[in-house]
């Protein structure tokens, strides 16, 4: 699929750095990736076509979940998420499959199909936390080989999604994780993140392939102060997790979703 080369992004570092810092701590708090906030940005307000700001976003998402994991674990220690590793194997199955399937799919697809197929799943994403989220830890909705065939379908179709927007899936992981493994809110959030983090540099890698990928040498400056507001916003979320109540936070971010799917869908 052939981008234009754009305009260089260097007059908007400034903006770069902030809204990496406040989309980093929104991710580092819920155990997200940001990219669902940072893409309608880097579309709207950075004017980057369709598919570079997608590979932008994976970028500057990879770095959000690399640093969101240590900065959370004064409240979810490694050991807690070690000792679930077999759901975030299960997840994975699936997870690595899709990012791989989702990214060739984006590399095809036309900028005015890949904005509408944005606005989309941005708007069923803000479903999902609106109504998934309130669920509360408990029993898991299956066990045995029901719960990992299960787990492995939700995985690849996480992975399809998160390389189709450039983004973490923990909007869908974190759900899954609560409904169907039966996991805790904040644990599920970090566990979110452990599963993400791989799947993400498969669609990463899927990308590099496309000659779009060459927007992130373009663009380098842009791209290193938006990741440095990012780890700056995840250490921020890290150290508010457990202080911002998710009953008051998510119906939020839901609305920014939808008004984020709106401005995407009119750049089609």
């Given at each position: 699929m052939r981008t234009p080369e754009g305009p260089s992004h260097s007059r908007n570092l400034p903006a770069a750095f902030g809204s990496g810092v406040v989309i980093g701590t929104l991710g580092g708090l819920i155990g997200l990736g940001g990219a669902e906030f940072?893409?309608?940005?880097?579309?709207?307000?950075?004017?980057?076509?369709?598919?570079?700001?997608?590979?932008?976003?994976k970028a500057t998402s990879l770095v959000v979940v690399a640093s969101a994991l240590p900065f959370r674990a004064g409240t979810v220690p490694f050991g807690l998420i070690a000792a679930h590793w077999p759901i975030v194997i299960n997840l994975l199955a699936g997870s690595l499959l899709g990012a791989w399937v989702g990214a060739?799919?984006?590399?095809?697809?036309?900028?005015?199909?890949l904005y509408r197929v944005i606005a989309v799943l941005l708007v069923v994403i803000a479903g999902v936390l609106v109504f998934g989220h309130h669920a509360t830890a408990g029993q898991p909705l299956l066990t045995g080989w029901a719960q990992f065939v299960a787990g492995i379908a939700a995985g690849f179709v996480i992975g399809v999604v998160a390389s189709l927007l450039g983004v973490a899936g923990g909007e869908l992981l974190i759900p899954t994780l609560v409904l169907l493994f039966g996991a805790d809110i904040k644990l599920a959030g970090s566990?979110?993140?452990?599963?993400?983090?791989?799947?993400?540099l498969v669609g990463f890698t899927r990308y590099s392939r496309d000659q779009s990928f060459s927007v992130l040498g373009r663009n380098r400056a842009f791209l290193l102060v938006m990741a440095a507001g990012s780890i700056a916003g995840t250490f921020i979320g890290g150290l508010l997790l457990g202080v911002v109540p998710s009953a008051v936070l998510l119906p939020a971010l839901a609305v920014i979703l939808l008004v984020s799917a709106v401005k995407v869908w009119r750049h089609g």
């Open positions: 940072r893409l309608p940005l880097l579309i709207g307000l950075f004017r980057f076509v369709a598919l570079e700001a997608v590979i932008l976003n060739g799919w984006a590399t095809r697809l036309k900028s005015e199909t566990l979110s993140l452990a599963v993400s983090l791989p799947t993400m």
